[in-house]
C-alpha cells in the first residue's frame, strides 16, 4: 500500500475496512500512528481507528466533536487537545505503555499531550480492528453520524513504544522499523461496502 490510501467518499454504515493484526493483540505497549485527511464539517464526532473485542472497546480513537483526540480503553476516555484538522494531511501517533500508564499523542510530529492512562491494563486479543465505522458491539452497531469520511493511509502498529528518534523518522517517512502489529508496506485488509484503494 506504500503511496497509496484508502478513500471513505461518504457517510454510510456500510462503508469500512477491516484489518487483520499480523500477531494477535495482546498488548502492555504501543505505538499507532496514522496518517489522515478529514472531509467532515466541525462539530462532529469521527471515529480514527475502532478495536473491540467481544464485550468492550479495548481501543478506540476518536476525533470528537470540539476536535480534541479521544481515546477509549475499557474505560472512560482520555482527551488530548484540539488539533488543527484543516491541513491535508495530518499525521497522529499515539504511545502508551502499561506500566506507568504514561500515553503521548504526537501530531506532526509535534507531541500534543503527556497523560497517564489505563495504569497497568492490557490490551486483548480476540478482537477486530475495522477503520471507518465505530463497533458498538462486536462487528456491528454502526452509526452514520460517526463514520469516518476522507483519506487514511500509512496507518502502522508496533507492541512497543518507538523512541522520540523513531517518531521522528516515521513523520519523516524514513522509518525501516516495520510495525509489529500493522504495517502499511503489507497490510493484511478486507475492503467492505464503497471504499476505495487510490
Known amino acids: ?22 500477531q494477535p493483540m495482546r498488548l502492555n505497549s504501543f505505538t499507532l500512528c496514522m496518517s489522515l485527511d478529514l472531509n467532515v464539517s466541525e462539530n462532529r464526532e469521527i471515529i480514527l481507528f475502532s478495536y473491540r473485542t467481544l464485550n468492550y472497546d479495548a481501543l478506540n480513537l476518536w476525533l470528537k466533536y470540539n476536535g480534541s483526540i479521544g481515546l477509549y480503553m475499557k474505560e472512560k476516555g482520555l482527551m488530548f487537545p484540539k488539533f488543527d484538522s484543516c491541513k491535508q494531511w495530518t499525521h497522529l501517533c499515539l504511545t502508551w505503555e502499561s506500566g506507568h500508564g504514561r500515553c503521548e499523542l504526537w501530531v506532526n510530529s509535534r507531541k500534543s499531550g503527556n497523560k497517564i492512562y489505563h495504569w497497568e491494563g492490557t490490551v486483548q486479543p480476540g478482537g477486530i480492528v475495522i477503520l ?37 523518522s516515521v513523520f519523516k517517512g524514513t522509518v525501516k522499523q516495520k510495525g509489529e502489529i500493522f504495517d502499511w508496506s503489507d497490510l493484511s485488509y478486507s475492503i467492505k461496502g464503497n471504499v476505495k484503494l487510490v
Not at 457517510?11 to 499480523?22: F, M, Q
Open 132 to 168: 471507518g465505522q465505530d463497533q458498538d458491539s462486536f462487528n456491528s452497531g454502526f452509526d452514520e453520524k460517526q463514520s469516518y469520511v476522507g483519506k487514511i493511509k500509512d496507518l502502522n502498529m508496533w507492541n512497543k513504544v518507538l523512541l522520540v528518534k523513531s517518531l521522528q
Open 1 to 22: 500500500l506504500t503511496g497509496r490510501h484508502f478513500l471513505f467518499p461518504k457517510e454510510s454504515i456500510t462503508d469500512y475496512v477491516v484489518l487483520t493484526p499480523a
